[in-house]
């Protein structure tokens, strides 16, 4: 899910927008996010940003007035090309990695690795 500080460049409050991810489990905290804390009217969301020909598929078909994308694997020659052509506009998402509740940090459980691997 996302966490404080990350989400949307750009201001997309009251917008319709369509969000492309390669996250599929965290989907749905990262709309309400979206949804709560930007003010986004999400009318999709994709996980398909990693396989093209679905991606593909799903770009002929969505209708939104902005498309919110990660920066990473098809974003932009396939998302912000198709939105070009289509006149939407693109707002690239700071998306961060967040560890679950109840879950170990994951900066601390990286940095502890590191300094095990550096130790041996």
């Known amino acids: 899910m ?3 500080g990350d989400g949307p460049v750009s201001d997309i409050s009251g917008r319709r927008v369509a969000f492309f991810t390669t996250a599929s489990a965290a989907v749905p905290g990262m709309v309400e996010h979206l949804t709560t804390s930007y003010g986004a009217r999400a009318v999709h969301a994709s996980t398909a940003l990693a396989n093209r ?13 902005v498309f919110l994308v990660e920066l990473k694997a098809a974003a932009i ?3 912000a090309e ?26 601390q459980a990286l940095l502890a690795l590191g300094q095990e691997a550096v130790a041996s």
Do not use: F
């Open 2 to 4: 996302p966490g404080q």
């Open 53 to 65: 020909g679905r991606l593909g598929a799903e770009l002929r078909e969505v209708d939104a007035e």
């Open 77 to 79: 020659d396939m998302v």
């Open 82 to 107: 198709h939105a070009e052509r289509r006149g939407v506009r693109v707002v690239l998402c700071d998306t961060q990695v967040v560890s679950l509740p109840g879950e170990p940090c994951l900066d």
